[in-house]
T-cell receptor, first 117, second 111 residues
Framework: DTGVSQNPRHKITKRGQNVTFRCDPI?????LYWYRQTLGQGPEFLTY????????KSRLLSDRFSAERPKGSFSTLEIQRTEQGDSAMYLC???????????????FGEGSRLTVL | AQSVTQPDIHITVSEGASLELRCNYS??????LFWYVQSPGQGLQLLLK??????LVQGIKGFEAEFKRSQSSFNLRKPSVHWSDAAEYFC?????????FGTGTRLQVFP
């Protein structure tokens, strides 16, 4: 059983550079989520896809952030002109299609840690 | 406003001792409640969840949690802690599309 896969696991970049993270969800899951976790905090919701459609975006997701899921499979999260405040763990999660009551259970990847110098 | 409060930032227990991690929530509708565990270098793993029905729910690794609507609480318990339980524990509330997490409780276990 392959879980949620995220790459790269660690990224160190200089302020102003662009970075891109990739998430491969569990194969039969049609829903995909991005969360951000900073030190000492719980994960915070960023955005959510159902298949290829981006259905919701948090106000945390500034114009420098863009997420895509072009074919309804893997997703990318790009951060342009990175700032030191973007340093965080970026978590991807997926969940299966709803059948009956929505259980809301998310399956998380190990995360991609970004450090902006 | 919807929120989750985990009042204990850090808890230390001896191996074999009992454990209770506190979680209080604020949510307008009937909540779905979750406990996740995060070990170093690993992703968040679901321990247990509550949607409806029996207010005492059993999870993996010997954990259980009790939903108390009158107290807006969903505390996590384990009767006997193992050294491998050392990790960060997150309570979360919400429905599928947007979970709201607490700030977590770091559990340290002494031999």
């Amino acid at each position: 059983d392959t879980g949620v896969s995220q790459n790269p696991r660690h990224k160190i970049t200089k302020r102003g550079q662009n970075v891109t993270f990739r998430c491969d969800p569990i194969s039969e899951h049609n829903r995909l989520y991005w969360y951000r976790q900073t030190l000492g905090q719980g994960p915070e919701f960023l955005t959510y896809f159902q298949n290829e459609a981006q259905l919701e975006k948090s106000r945390l997701l500034s114009d420098r952030f863009s997420a895509e899921r072009p074919k309804g499979s893997f997703s990318t999260l790009e951060i342009q002109r990175t700032e030191q405040g973007d340093s965080a763990m970026y978590l991807c999660a997926s969940s299966p299609p709803r059948v009956g009551a929505d259980t809301g259970e998310l399956f998380f990847g190990e995360g991609s840690r970004l450090t902006v110098l | 406003a919807q929120s989750v409060t985990q009042p204990d930032i850090h808890i230390t227990v001896s191996e074999g001792a009992s454990l209770e991690l506190r979680c209080n929530y604020s949510y307008g509708a009937t909540p779905y409640l979750f406990w996740y565990v995060q070990s170093p270098g690993q992703g968040l793993q679901l321990l247990l969840k509550y949607f409806s029905g029996d207010t005492l729910v059993q999870g993996i690794k010997g954990f259980e949690a009790e939903f108390k609507r009158s107290q807006s609480s969903f505390n996590l318990r384990k009767p006997s802690v193992h050294w491998s339980d050392a990790a960060e524990y997150f309570c979360a509330v919400g429905r599928a599309d947007k979970l709201i997490f607490g700030t977590g409780t770091r559990l340290q276990v002494f031999p």
